[in-house]
């Protein structure tokens, strides 16, 4: 995905390049003739593009034509044929683009086929260009620019890059091209849906260790060009390494992460490793011994990684089933990458895979920012639940690595507990986000519901909650001034914090309107709206984090980040965890009171990602905003049109999360229902509430999801919490 970040930062002022429209409409091989010199093998990716490119097209590119933009699409190292092109164009010796004209004119004939939009399109690049652009300025890039119509798609190529910048286009002449067939990412997809018995592979390791071009000689036949890659790996590879690889182990990892077309050698090894006649893996055994050596030096992890494939294998996935796969297998620990790759695709399956032996590449492969995780070939795995079906006829499956005595549930929840911690895809409950599509409608009451009271069994104007992996709910039962624990099957709860009358003694609480609980040292952190201050509350010790402001909602994100909505200031601040004795910075809002995009108007509940994107309920001006990291501004994600009942409206929005797809789902206060946004959707949908009898809510506010992703409300004037089931 390189062409999308392969940005001018010069900001150079060059003449237009116009002359190759005169030019001579040719075949690709002879438009690209002149090039030969510069790019080697170039006749070899030539082929690739004409064989794999979209021919025939509905919009009438002959097979040249279309072939013209496949192969500018392809990777294949340094000297990629896009590369190449944009670095000629934006030579000030523009003598020197008089070669390409020929390729040109072919690519700008077919280009002038293809239908034109006007839409927001994405690109981004690593780097911290953005302080160079300033308003109204006017540049003009002076090479072919890819974008994407999905920010996601850039998103998985940034990774959490620290320095980076993201551009957002407003294009009123993009080119949609939408190539059929591109190969990048692919090894993420490249899985056994067949769930052969296969014998397991290890003659390998009596192999003695060679270098990787004695290793691959006897794969040569199988894969054309190959010297050439070797080479190519072998000069980028992440060598001197910091593991003592030595620079063939390291090559032998990178070149399997290349991509090249169908004869990608992972493609090319993968197949072999789930043919049946294993007889024919042993041509494979020199490199699998170096790929093997390589991959015994590198770290291991027990972690949580994402697959996918953009197909609906999903169904054929149910509980306890076990199953191996055979080949070697890319992960990646972001799932924004798998996003990136999968798009919008209805028939695809997502892969959640808990594992105990991954081998951290990422820094060794030709793509650092997909935070690449292998699984060895042979990895047994445990289908944890059936699969469960998304939005579009897509599909979740979880899977857990099979690794003898470990493998137990205990183990399994305390990876996927720190995974969740280390990614926080929420941040006001420890548990993971659910990607389902449907719950049922018969709301449960799971705490209270026995009339506004200050009894154990009761709840008085419940308030913000938050749900731990056993499924104990904690409570901020802000009339009457404290925080309540309630556990799973309870008659009734038990105070944990304030209950001594309201007051602002450092024992006492004043209308709590949100908690945040820290499972490793017992503690809990709360809103104390009433006191104006932030509380910590550990081992019946109290402490005043944060004094002297209109707290309402509280959240952390995965860098030990408290982010606090102020909702008399219309604003939210941060302070990194442990230094309170600072006024924070302020992260959304702090403009005065207002309905402009860098305004707030009532913050009440807040919500962080993964890439410190903030998530405010903006209740004055009934919308959801997003604050992305460092913006000036934020962008309505939900409602923003009027205070109503219709499906692009909201009614004075209280809880919000976002979960990992990018949905966000809304406690719609005045209209009584909680309902789902998709961001750059004009409507939300309805998932429960305001209908029958059984899932009737009055104010719902708090919002959060367990680790099954069943959907707990704060159902305030109704003083009690409900849940409602995921429909499996």
């Given at each position: ?31 690209l ?16 593009a ?6 025939p ?36 010796n ?9 390729y ?32 109204n ?26 320095n ?12 949609k ?12 997809s ?18 003695e ?29 992440h ?21 090249w ?19 024919l893996?042993k ?5 699998l ?13 027990k972690?949580?990684v994402w697959?996918?494939?953009t197909?609906d ?54 793509h ?88 154990l ?74 006191n ?8 019946q ?55 402009q ?39 309505t994600?939900a ?7 219709n ?24 209209n ?52 409602f089931?995921?429909?499996?």
């Open positions: 995905m390189n062409r999308f970040s392969d940005i001018d930062c010069s900001f150079k002022k060059l003449p237009p390049i116009y002359g190759f429209l005169s030019e001579e409409l040719v075949s690709i091989e002879k438009a003739e002149p090039i030969g010199s510069q790019i080697a093998n170039l006749p070899y990716y030539i082929k690739i004409k064989t794999y490119c979209h021919y097209s509905e919009h009438g590119l002959t097979r040249d034509e279309s072939a013209s933009i496949y192969v500018y699409t392809m990777e294949w190292g340094e000297q990629t044929l896009y590369r190449i092109l944009n670095k000629t164009l934006r030579n000030e523009r003598h020197l683009c008089k070669i390409w004209f020929p040109l004119k072919l690519f700008d004939t077919a280009l002038n086929k293809l239908p034109t939009v006007k839409e927001i399109v994405w690109r981004g690049i690593t780097e911290d260009i953005g302080k160079n652009f300033h308003e300025q006017i540049i003009t890039w002076l090479i072919v620019n890819s974008c994407s119509s999905k920010v996601s798609v850039i998103k998985g190529f940034l990774g959490n890059k620290k980076s910048t993201t551009f957002l286009i407003e294009v009123l002449n993009g080119i091209i939408n190539i059929k067939n591109t190969t990048v990412m692919n090894r993420f490249d899985i056994d849906c067949s769930f052969k018995r296969l014998t397991p592979v290890y003659g390998f390791l009596s192999e260790l060679v270098s990787i071009e004695k290793a691959l000689e006897p794969i040569e036949s199988q894969i054309a060009n190959l010297p050439y890659y070797i080479k190519i790996a072998k000069e980028y590879c060598y001197p390494s910091e593991h003592g690889l030595t620079r063939d182990e390291s090559a032998s990892i990178y070149i399997y992460t290349m991509e077309g169908e004869q990608t050698l992972y493609r090319v090894l993968n197949k072999t490793l789930r043919n049946e006649d294993r007889h893996l041509v494979w055994f020199p490199y011994r170096l790929f093997d050596t390589a991959l015994n030096k590198l770290p291991t992890v972690e949580i697959r996918g494939i197909e294998i999903g169904k054929n996935f149910h509980e306890n089933q076990i199953i191996t796969w055979w080949s070697v297998n890319s992960c990646s620990s972001k799932v924004s990458v798998i996003k990136g790759f999968l798009g919008n695709k209805k028939n695809s399956t997502t892969f959640l895979i808990e594992v105990l032996n991954g081998i951290k590449v990422s820094g060794h492969t030709e650092e920012s997909e935070h690449e995780i292998i699984l060895r070939m042979g990895t047994e795995l445990r289908v944890k639940s059936d699969a469960l079906e998304h939005p579009k006829g897509s599909y979740h499956v979880h899977l857990i690595e099979i690794n003898g005595e470990n493998n137990n549930d205990n183990n399994h929840a305390l990876i996927l507990a720190s995974s969740i911690n280390q990614m926080q895809l929420t941040t006001n409950q420890n548990s993971s986000q659910p990607k389902f599509n449907k719950w049922k409608q018969n709301a449960i009451t799971v705490a209270g519901g026995n009339g506004q009271g200050q009894e069994n009761q709840l008085n104007r419940p308030t913000g909650i938050f749900i731990d992996k056993n499924k104990i709910i904690f409570i901020a039962d802000c009339f009457n001034d404290r925080v309540v624990e309630w556990k799973c099957n309870a008659n009734e709860g038990q105070i944990i914090a304030g209950g001594n009358g309201k007051g602002n003694r450092i024992d006492q609480l004043n209308c709590p309107t949100d908690i945040i609980v820290d499972q490793q040292n017992h503690s809990i952190i709360i809103a104390d709206r009433g104006r201050r932030v509380v910590q509350w550990l081992n010790k109290q402490q005043i984090l944060i004094h002297n402001i209109d707290c309402f909602r509280l959240t952390m994100d995965k860098h030990g980040f408290l982010n606090v909505s102020d909702w008399k200031k219309n604003e939210v601040r941060r302070w990194k965890m442990g230094e309170y004795y600072n006024e924070g910075i302020i992260v959304a809002g702090g403009n005065g009171q207002g309905n995009l860098n305004q707030l108007s009532c913050p009440l509940f807040i919500f962080v990602d993964e890439e410190q994107s903030i998530y405010v309920s903006d209740g004055g001006n009934n919308r959801v905003m997003k604050w992305r990291k460092d913006a000036k501004e934020g962008t994600v409602g923003g049109n009027g205070q109503g009942g499906l692009n409206q909201l009614s004075h929005p209280e809880g919000i999360i976002v979960d990992d797809l990018g949905q966000i789902y809304v406690a719609d206060y005045g009584h229902r909680i309902m789902r946004w998709c961001e750059g959707k004009e409507e939300g949908e309805i998932i429960v509430g305001r209908n029958s009898e059984g899932n009737q809510l009055n104010g719902p506010v708090g919002l959060s999801f367990d680790d099954e992703g069943n959907l707990y409300v704060t159902d305030r004037w109704n003083c009690r919490i409900v849940n089931k995921i429909i499996l």
